[in-house]
């Protein structure tokens, strides 16, 4: 624990704090604990409470409690250049900190939990403001659609008859990520720090969701702070809708000092399910260099390695797993992915249902949602040369990877005559050529050492092909164990030991 926290444990008076005690708005706009900010402000230089003239900006407030606990410590840490108490304060809130409400309620709470306020200007406010807002700020801007799509965010236009955020989607647009070149040119921040909004529903199938919290990290970047902090979900290591480009300038970006993972969501968050986990990592434009990499789980924090974040074309979270898998890799053997089907792999739907239970020799069996029945041959316009062949289903969601403890990998050996739905993917069609080879194929992709490998390209429930990529596609004429691969690929004890911590037991 650095001094500056120390100090103020020591003069910041222990009591309930509402702030731990306020309901999330949703599992997309997560009320940060004010234990868990000071997790991310202790991670920032300590320099950085000493030093008046920096500017600070939480770019997406909800409760305020980042700009309060940052309060908190530059008061500690700037008593020797205002001795004053009064003095200080008021240097403090009307000269270093600033912030921008996500809605007119959060900017309202954010101003109460620092201004002890919501009226900056009132006698009550502990800061002097002619202003009511004071330095947090809340403007309810509206999305430019150009072509359909916000220019800014890419929200699209129809989106507020489709769900969303309720009657006004279509106004609401997060000031931060929505300035005019202009406005961002005239904004000057030294540290931007903050739990930025996730996502955002986008008309999609069911709960469909684009994320958003990396237009607040890219827009950060834009405005050339000295140092940035964001805690985010950590999906984008290597997967999640539309993050390619931002997993791709994050692994290439060497001023990431360091980062924190928490693989399960709920140890930052307590009742929260965030699919994949969250993050949160210290940025420093003057920094060029590895990235001190921490992973924490409960109360355990796994052991600390310092490395690039582009080894490979996704970041692997686990410090322990990147040798082992470079033993894979030394091998340079084809990849499983190459043999895995794309969605929909017969062209139908997960919600195909014209099917029966009546089977003749015109039909094939079909695998849907957890049903099986009967489709007439000519229904099946896609991949039609796969039915005569031995093949794999898997589903496209599992847990591997994920914070649920259920590790299973369930497959059904599809004999010739059968086809499925866009509940599974296909694997081995074409390439499987007896009943036994479809076995040993079923027997690898559940051992421990291949959901293993599957787990490091996938931290959510999705399955697609990509998730195979770091699979070797071995020769099916054997069957595979885990004591075999451990030999094929040199795996030590203690390997195997870390392989088994972290991938249940197939049930």
């Not at 993050?279 to 001190?292: H, K, L, N, T």
């Amino acid at each position: 624990m650095s001094n500056i926290v120390t100090r103020i444990l020591n003069e910041v008076d222990h009591r309930p704090d509402i702030l731990d005690c306020i309901a999330n708005l949703s599992s997309d706009e997560v009320f940060t604990p004010p234990n868990m900010v000071d997790k991310v402000l202790d991670a920032l230089p300590e320099e950085v409470w000493s030093n008046p003239s920096l500017k600070w900006l939480d770019p997406a407030t909800k409760t305020g409690v980042f700009l309060r606990q940052i309060t908190y410590r530059l008061m500690i840490g700037l008593k020797d250049k205002f001795p004053d108490e009064e003095e200080r304060r008021q240097h403090i809130f009307q000269n270093m900190i600033y912030g921008i409400g996500i809605t007119e309620l959060t900017a309202l709470m954010a101003r109460r939990s620092l201004y002890t306020s919501k009226n900056a200007s009132s006698e009550e406010s502990v800061a002097h403001f002619q202003s009511p807002n004071g330095n947090i700020d809340y403007e309810n801007r509206t999305h430019t659609y150009v072509n359909g799509n916000c220019k800014y965010c890419g929200n699209k236009e129809t989106d507020a008859q489709l769900g969303g955020r309720g009657e006004d989607q279509e106004r609401h647009a997060y000031k931060f990520i929505h300035l005019t070149a202009e406005e961002a040119s005239n904004m000057k921040f030294d540290v931007i720090v903050g739990n930025p909004p996730y996502q955002l529903k986008d008309g999609g199938h069911g709960s469909s969701a684009a994320p958003i919290y990396q237009l607040f990290v890219q827009q950060a970047k834009r405005l050339q702070p000295r140092y940035m902090s964001f805690i985010i979900p950590s999906r984008w290591f290597s997967g999640g809708k539309g993050l390619d480009k931002f997993r791709a300038e994050m692994l290439a970006d060497k001023r990431i000092k360091v980062m924190y993972d928490y693989p399960r969501a709920s140890d930052c968050f307590p009742g929260v399910e965030i699919k994949g986990g969250v993050m949160y990592f210290v940025w420093e434009a003057e920094y060029s260099g590895d990235c001190e990499v921490h992973t924490l789980i409960g109360e355990e924090e796994l052991p600390v390695t310092k490395r690039p974040l582009n080894e490979f074309d996704v970041f692997i979270r686990y410090n322990q797993a990147v040798p082992i898998y470079e033993k894979v890799k030394d091998r340079n053997e084809e990849t499983l992915d190459k043999i895995v089907s794309s969605r929909k792999p017969f062209g139908l739907a997960t919600n195909f249902a014209d099917y029966d239970q009546i089977n003749n020799p015109d039909k094939v069996k079909i695998y849907a949602n957890k049903k099986t029945g009967y489709i007439r041959r000519e229904r099946v316009q896609v991949n039609s040369s796969w039915i005569n062949s031995w093949k794999i289903f898997t589903a496209k969601a599992n847990n591997i990877g994920t914070e649920s403890p259920d590790d299973n990998l369930n497959v059904i050996i599809g004999e010739p005559g059968t086809c499925c739905t866009e509940t599974y993917v296909v694997i081995g069609a074409g390439q499987l050529h007896s009943k036994e080879q479809a076995e040993n194929l079923k027997k690898y992709l559940q051992t421990r050492f291949v959901r293993f490998l599957i787990s490091l390209k996938k931290v959510t429930h999705d399955a697609t092909a990509r998730v195979y990529g770091f699979v070797p596609n071995l020769p099916m004429d054997q069957t595979w164990t885990d004591e075999k691969l451990y030999e094929r690929y040199e795996i030590t004890q203690a390997e195997q030991k870390f392989i088994e911590s972290v991938i249940a037991e197939m049930k």
